[in-house]
Structures are given as C-alpha cells and as structure tokens.
C-alpha cells in the first residue's frame, strides 16, 4: 500500500518528467488539502527537494489551508503542520483517511472502483 507522501512523490516525479500531465498538479493540491495535518511532511519535503522543486511546495503549501486544524494539526512558524495522534483513533483510522482522499480525487477523475 503506498502512503499520501508516497502517492505525492510519485506525482511529482510524473510531472516533473512531463510538465504537460497537469493533472498530477491538481492531485498534488488535493492530497495536501485533504491530508494536510496528517502528512509526514519532512518526508513530503524530501520528495521536492529531490526534484529541486522545494520552492513549489512552499507555494502549494500557501494555497492550501490545513482542512481541520483542531483534529490534531498544529500549523508552525513557516506554515509547516505537524500532525499529533489523537486518542481513541483505531488501527485503520490513517488508511480510511487516505482512501478518502483517494475517492475525493477518484470522483474528480471520474473513476470508479468496484468490490
């Protein structure tokens, strides 16, 4: 199963090799939207500085307010969020998260998954 930062990674690296695939841009904004207070966001830091697009992040970081900031997200100075556990959250909470995030995106593609 790939993580949020993951799925983040690969997009970038999607667009960054085809600058015309500016769809993957769009997703790169939702997943930050929808998962923002609940990304590893050393990690998804490390993913645009690989690609020498450190300064987009801080752009798109700019543009996408945290969804929830009182569900356990403290924004820091610098606009960074840093996600704090809450209690009571099951094992699968984070994965029903991220399947949010991924139907919200689905919906917008207009796929559909089937069981």
Not at 9 to 33: C, E, W
Not at 42 to 47: L, N, P, Q
Request: hydrophobic letters at 40%; charged letters at 30%.
């Amino acid at each position: 199963m790939i993580s949020a930062e993951g799925l983040i990674g690969f997009k970038l690296q999607a667009l960054v090799n085809n600058p015309s695939r500016t769809r993957d841009l769009d997703d790169i904004r939702a997943l930050l939207r929808v998962q923002r207070g609940k990304l590893n966001m050393t990690e998804v830091r490390e993913y645009f500085a690989l690609f020498d697009r450190k300064e987009w992040l801080d752009e798109l970081l700019a543009q996408s307010p945290v969804k929830n900031p009182d569900r356990g997200a403290e924004p820091l100075a610098g606009g960074h969020v840093v996600s704090i556990p809450l209690a009571g959250k099951g094992d699968l909470s984070g994965w029903m998260e991220l399947m949010e995030a991924v139907e919200a995106l689905c919906r917008e593609n207009r796929v559909r998954f089937t069981s």
